[in-house]
Every structure is written in C-alpha cells, then in structure tokens.
C-alpha cells in the first residue's frame, strides 16, 4: 500500500527479479518505492524527484552504483540523501570505493528484510531530522527577511550581503561552515532589530546617544536570539560582531583586529558598502565611486581591514557593476 507522507525510496538495480523483490519488500515496509534499472535511468529519475534514499546495487554495466553515489554527494540538491550500496559480501573493493565516494551505509546480498527494515529505518530517522533542520534554517532566514520588510530603505539588503559576503569568502579562501554562515548571516546579521521599535529604527534625524544606545544593543539581541539553535552556532559570532572595527572602535565589545572573528569582519566590511549604496531616512542612496571613495577612506583610517576591503573591490567588478 503507498500512502502519502511515506518515504520515498529510489531502488537502482539492473537484475529485474532482485529489483522487484526488493521493491515488494520496501513496499511491505510502507515506503514508496521508485525504481530504475541502470545507473543512468535513476539520475533522470532524479532530475525530477528528490528521494529520501537511494538503493543502488554496484556493477550494472554502464555507469556503477558507486559513480552514481559519487555524483549524488557531489549535488547540492541530493546531498543529504542517504545512499545504501548493495555490494557482494566479498567485495570488499566495491566497500571501499563507496565509503570513498560518501556512501552512508552497504548491505550485503541476498538483503535480509530484518536488516533492510531496521538499517533503513534508522537511516531515513536522520535524514527526516537533517529535513527538520533545513526547514527550521528556511523559518529563521524567512524572519531576516521580514526584519527587512519592515523597513522600505532595505528592500533586497539581506540577500545582496550574502551574495557579497560569500564571493569574498571564497575569494579569501574561508572554510565551507564559515562560508555557510556567511550566506545565513546576510540574512540574520540584524535579527536583533526585531527589539527595536519602527519609530526609532526609521527615525529620518539624527539619533540622540540614548536613542544610540538603543540601536547599538541589536547585534547582542540578535546572537541571545539564536542561543541553542545547533544550526546557527557559527553564525552567532558573526550576529554578536559585525559591528565591530578593525582599531577597536565598533561595538558591542571593542574587539580589536584579528580578535574580531573573520566572519564578522567580513560582514562588516559588506555590511558598511551595502549601507553606502542604499537610501536610508537620513541620507540618499550614493553611487558607486562615492561609496569605493569612503570605504577606502575607513579602510585607511583603520576601520576595517585592509586586505578584506582590497579584495573586496577587487570583486565589485562583478557584484555590483558600474552601470
Ligand atoms: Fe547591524
């Protein structure tokens, strides 16, 4: 019986008898079964189904099971789709190059409906979880973005930061978590402005230094707000520092030069163009050689980090083109 909600399973196997029993097996289980019978025949099925596992047997003549595991951890989109390899006992070589092709789990043939039952089962367990925190990290970018909405000045600002922020992370060769929390941090760099009521946030004068104040509380707001949520660990820095400046004269904490965690410093930098470039109540939005004009200026006077702010404009070019 297939019903809705079941978890899909994608069967890749060339031996039509083993191919069927195995689809009746998981059918008893209650998941829905896919199938396909080369290694090429499943990646068209996965051009339009994203699974939540994929069985695949190794040798099928064309491409193997374990090139097409390769090429579903190699894609964004699959990653986290586990994949089972369903290998002969002995062949340990198979077992290998699955393990070094990201395989999450082998089973031995003829499968064992009690291991395929329990072994499965703990296997979709994660990845339903790993679901549940993709959807929790879609809920927390979505608040960015209605932090944003709330103020007309910033229309597109979150997503244009993490656009800035992750090319010059790549250009500054960060590593792959900082760069994820680069991206999430164009969007929940100012959570904490949630705190702050519309008068003041979108107050067209100038701000009196309680009025300061106020403001300046936001990026400590914003990393109390993301406390304990696993994902969003190594974006909190980045929430609490992105104020800070590179001779020590940001906020919250005055933090210095390289004490500063890059991330934050990288936000900073993108954050401070960003801002340059866009209207807000108390000052027009300035074109783009203005905006390089004062950037570097800071830069000079000690604000921000030489090396983030040149390669930064080496990569404006690209970002934000002269028009
Ligand atoms: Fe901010």
Redesign the pocket.
């Known amino acids: 019986m297939m019903r809705e909600g079941a978890p899909v399973v994608l069967v890749v196997e060339d031996e039509p008898v083993v191919r069927e029993v195995l689809a009746e097996q998981l059918g008893e289980l209650g998941y829905r079964v896919l199938t396909a019978a080369s290694a090429e025949a499943a990646l068209e099925v996965l051009d339009g189904t994203t699974p939540d596992l994929v069985l695949t047997d190794v040798h099928m003549g064309g491409l193997s099971g374990v090139q097409l595991c390769r090429r579903l951890k190699a894609d964004p989109r699959l990653q986290l789709t586990p994949v089972v390899i369903l290998t002969g006992v002995a062949d340990l070589d198979s077992r290998l190059a699955g393990l070094a092709a990201g395989a999450d789990d082998f089973f031995a043939k003829p499968v064992e409906f009690v291991e395929l039952q329990t072994r499965l089962g703990a296997l979709l367990r994660v990845k339903f979880l790993l679901d549940q925190l993709e959807r929790a990290e879609g809920v927390i970018t979505t608040l960015g973005l209605t932090i944003e909405a709330r103020d007309p000045y910033t229309a597109g600002h979150c997503e244009r930061l993490a656009r800035y922020a992750v090319a010059l992370g790549e250009a500054l060769g960060v590593d792959p978590p900082t760069l994820k929390a680069l991206k999430l941090g164009g969007y929940l ?2 959570l904490g ?1 949630i705190a702050i009521p519309d008068g003041l946030l979108l107050k067209p004068g100038r701000l009196d230094p309680e009025e300061r104040k106020r403001i300046q509380v ?2 400590v707001v914003g990393a109390e707000l993301v406390v304990g949520l696993k994902t969003l660990e190594a974006v909190r820095p980045l929430i609490r520092h ?2 800070e400046r590179w001779d020590g004269s940001g906020y919250p904490e005055g933090l210095e030069g390289k004490a500063i965690p890059l991330g934050a410093r990288i936000m900073a930098v993108v ?1 401070v163009y960003d801002a340059l470039r866009t209207a807000r109540p108390y000052k027009p939005a300035l074109p783009r050689e203005e905006a390089i004009g004062i950037l570097l200026r800071e830069t000079e006077a000690g604000l921000w980090e030489a090396r983030i702010t040149t390669t930064f404009l080496e990569l404006l070019e690209e970002l934000d083109p002269p028009s």
């Open positions: 760099h100012d402005k936001h990026p992105h104020h954050d």
